[in-house]
């Protein structure tokens, strides 16, 4: 695991204690990386309206692309869960509409996972199966 990867990983961490989850209790944090070398965080915030519920990754990728990011180059998340903390498909969508390459899963007992973008999500819907 590179070092950048450790920064992610422990950003992921830093930010879970901010998520906002009384209906599940189930705190997730998320980190990405913009190419401008920059780390963005983001928390689960969930809703009374339970669909509504906005998970981690997807909160960190938004705060990413709302500070000017154009590209992601890496993703990591993080969950107090058995297994490294798998992304919903609502999520891996998301990543595979910003093209993020490397993904990486973790609990807090240290496991971590590494995903390409095409191990995630294989045969992504895409901007290029829309007819025009
Ligand atoms: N959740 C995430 O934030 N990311 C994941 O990878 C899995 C699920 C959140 C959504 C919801 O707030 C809670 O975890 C339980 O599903």
Known sequence: MTETD????AEAKRVRE???CPYSNFAVGAAVLGASGEIYGGCNVENASYSVTN??????IYNAISSGEEDILALAVV???AQPVPPCGACRQVIAEMRIPHI?????AGDVKEMTLSELLPDAFSGEDILS
């Not at 450790?6 to 990983?9: E, I, S």
């Not at 998970?55 to 960190?60: D, G, S, Y």
């Open 6 to 9: 450790k920064k992610l990983l």
């Open 104 to 108: 990486l899963m973790a609990n807090l």
């Open 18 to 20: 901010f998520a906002y």
């Open 55 to 60: 998970c981690a990754e997807r909160t960190a």
């Open 79 to 81: 969950a107090e869960s």
